[in-house]
Nanobody, 123 residues
Framework: VQLQASGGGLVQAGGSLRLACTAS????????VGWFRQTPGNEREFVAA????????FYADSVKGRFTISRDNAKNTVYLEMNSLKPEDTAVYYC?????????????????WGQGTLVTVSS
């Protein structure tokens, strides 16, 4: 399955962005999805994950209460709503999918990755 991430951009601290990850397959509803982010010189870190049902989600402590992951299986799309953005949220954000009913926090648990979208939060 091919994943296309979009929605990144430049935003001021305290602002919001919504990222989208659209899959090429209609069987996307069979995949759990996660969002990760990476800054130069650092390892990719877990942000949020969503299982087959939108109610089964979990988040990194650093984004809990500010970010929301959701999915629209009819559109083969998973979203990451990001509110109260901070400069430390600046990163390239990647979506990933795995053939499982539940998401995972480890990147090596995912089978497919999107190309990344840059989010820049200015202070």
């Amino acid at each position: 399955v091919q994943l296309q991430a979009s929605g990144g951009g430049l935003v001021q601290a305290g602002g919001s962005l919504r990222l989208a990850c659209t899959a090429s397959r209609r069987t996307f509803s069979s995949y759990a999805v996660g969002w990760f982010r990476q800054t130069p010189g650092n390892e990719r870190e877990f942000v949020a994950a969503n299982g087959l049902m939108s109610g089964i989600t979990f988040y990194a402590d650093s984004v809990k209460g500010r970010f929301t992951i959701s999915r629209d299986n009819a559109k083969n799309t998973v979203y990451l709503e990001m509110n109260s953005l901070k400069p430390e949220d600046t990163a390239v954000y990647y979506c990933a999918a795995r053939v499982s009913s539940t998401g995972a926090t480890r990147g090596d648990r995912y089978d497919y990755w999107g190309q990344g979208t840059l989010v820049t939060v200015s202070s």
